[in-house]
């Protein structure tokens, strides 16, 4: 990936946290299960209900809200965790378009990246690197794929990383939709 590429992620990563912070004002509650019964270790796929987040296969417990708002096609999607003990002030957000076509997905945390600084993961249709898919049951959505992580500044030649996600976003309404 060359400095441009990783501008234009590190672009798409703050505007995703920027929209999950502006939606978080309009949000719904979602009480998660506990970490061990959050998924059926057979399909992967989240208790009715619950949203849940992955990363790298690691299931990330959290106290999500999650926000889902539907206006003129376009879906954005975001769960929000202010006090998550590994990544602390935890936003997860994708944006769909058409139903079925993954814009962007971005996950920040104000800890939990390398060098001591703030974690971030993030895929935007049309950049190189990363991918991602959708699908629908319901009010629920279910996002995977992979994306690209943020340099680390204290060592410019290092390889940037990428990291699968896996994310259920269990929408108890969904707003405009």
Do not use: W
Not at 31 to 39: D, E, G, H
Not at 47 to 69: E, H, M
Not at 83 to 100: P, R
Request: aromatic fraction near 4%.
């Amino acid at each position: 990936m060359n400095t441009t590429s990783a501008r234009l992620c590190i672009t798409a990563l703050a505007a995703s946290a920027g929209l999950v912070l502006a939606l978080t004002g309009c949000s719904s509650s979602s009480s998660p299960a506990p970490a061990a019964a959050a998924t059926h270790p057979s399909t992967g796929a989240s208790a009715p209900g619950s949203s849940t987040l992955s990363i790298d296969g690691k299931s990330v417990s959290g106290a999500f809200t999650t926000t889902c708002v539907n206006q003129s096609g376009l879906l954005a999607l975001a769960l929000t965790d202010t006090g998550n003990t590994t990544y602390g002030n935890l936003a997860v957000s994708a944006t769909v378009s058409g139903g079925n076509s993954v814009q962007a997905v971005g996950i920040t945390g104000s800890k939990g990246g390398s060098s001591s600084l703030p974690y971030a993961i993030g895929f935007s249709k049309g950049l190189p690197g990363g991918s991602a898919s959708v699908t629908k049951s319901g009010n629920t959505f279910h996002v995977t794929g992979e994306g690209i992580g943020t340099p680390d500044p204290s060592n410019p030649m290092a390889q940037v990383k990428s990291s699968k996600f896996d994310i259920t976003f269990a929408c108890p309404t969904v707003i405009g939709g």
